[in-house]
């Protein structure tokens, strides 16, 4: 079995006499999507005396992701069925009544607010657990979690309308709000043990033949996730040291001794949306959560198939953890982890250095003629007014700082929130989000604004051309339009700027250098007029003031 399978966290084995068999199980591969899901198989050997053997403490195992196979014999079949079980728990004696199921056998002198003294050995206890419990529980048909999940965190009810205690040979009742105290001879144990009654789904294996048999299974649930967290540190103006750690959040079972794959992908299991058949009795029996805010974070691929596939590259990385791609999947693998039911934890998966280059980028306004109207009176050189732009065409602009961050590793970096951090003694400058990078490419990272460097833009009508276009009873007037973008750096260093202008029409020439992108969905073909976002790209030095001008062609109506 390849380590691309995932496993099955602790399905609860017993045999077909209803005697609980040891679980032997082994996981074979656990994978962990960023999703909140993840596949499991697990292989299990037992002594299946009449050819079947019965499966209790079921999985949250999703709809067509739950599979058998046998490895010495064929598995001819896999049923379930709704039975009535006894499942054994311990708890710590938190009432009077518990206290007294707990220490069976001991000698005790019971108070009660009454004035009555009863003393001697409790010899037996006649409120059985498997009654009260079996009132509060067996209608919710539970599964094996259901413990503190409706609020039933007693054995016993305190309001109990009698106890009957067995002391000297005699029974003696007492109701059991009137208990004021119990004086034990010894230390008395805080431990009970109740029998609680459940309906639930068994699931019973069918081999080909009796006697020892070994199996495996496997299935996708939900409970266990990872997120993937990013620290990068800046070490100077052109590198940095990237490190990624895994952190993990486990609902299920205990992990132990396990080699987990994190895998970078977005789940596409999109029929396992409700509960495996076998299991799928009644959805208020189950205790599984569904919880789409992983998905923030998720952006590559999980396919079940080529999850099953052989591995075509490994690279170690550091320790017991490895990197591996296969397709168009990517792994990181982590041998041996450990983490109990419940836990959370971080695991470091790289530290690489990267390539850095600081930029700073501004969104400049939309232009004031994209919606205009040639009147009349309107003459060349007319300059926007506050009432052509808002707010104000001559307002200094918002202009933002950030990290280009390229990978040249083996491996993509997958999207996660980052932390920015530079100098010796790694101050905190922002935390944002790292996008997807696939290898040999990449992507920003906002770091914060930056108010050092300030750009103002203003326009006006360069020249007026009426009647230059006829679409039917209409008439448009061709405008030159040129601008002006004005830069101060106030930093102690140069500044590489990216200005993007969305403007319709024609661009005709720039100061800088520049490129243009269309976009199609909004182009007013009809009258000549693109719809374009313009990039421009300068540089300014540390303490310089720089203009841009730049000039392009709009039809508007007349």
Known sequence: MNKRNLVTLGAGILCSTWSFAQDNATIKSLSIFKNGQSFVVKESSVNAADGTCKISKLPN?????????????????????????????????NSFLELLHANKGMEITVNTTDNQVYKGVVEDFDLPEEINSKIQLQQLQLSNDYEGLYGFDRIFSTAAPVLLLKMNGKWVSIEPSTIKSIEFSQKPSRTTVANISVQKPIVTVHFDKSGKQDFRYMYLQTGVSWTPVYKMSLLSESEAEL??????????????????????????????????????????????????????????????????????????????????ENEDLYFYSVKDMNLEKGAHAQFSLFSQKVKINHFYKCDLPVSPFSNYSLNAEDQEDAETTEDDSAPNPNAPLNVGHYIEVFNNGNMPFTSGPILLLQGKDENAISQDVLPFVAKGSHSSVYVTSSPDIVVTENEKIASIKRASKKIGSTSYALLTIKGTINIRNSKSKAASLNLNKPLTGKMLAASVKYNTSVNSRNNYSKIGNSNQTVTFHDSVAAGEKKTITYSYQIYVRE
């Open 243 to 324: 490190n990624l750690q895994a952190e993990v959040i486990n609902n299920v079972e205990d992990i132990k001794n396990t080699n987990v794959d994190f895998v970078v992908g977005v789940p596409n299991f999109s029929q396992a949306t409700d509960l495996a058949t076998l299991l799928n009795y009644s959805k208020s029996s189950f205790s599984y959560s569904r919880n789409n805010n992983y998905r923030q974070y998720s952006n590559a691929v999980a396919d079940e198939k080529m999850a099953l596939a052989e591995v075509s590259m490994t690279a170690p990385i550091a320790g017991n953890i490895s990197s591996s």
């Open 61 to 93: 195992a999703l709809f067509g992701t739950y599979w058998f196979n046998g490895i010495s014999v064929p598995i001819n079949s896999v049923t379930s069925k709704m039975e009535d079980f006894i499942d054994k728990r311990e708890r710590k004696a």
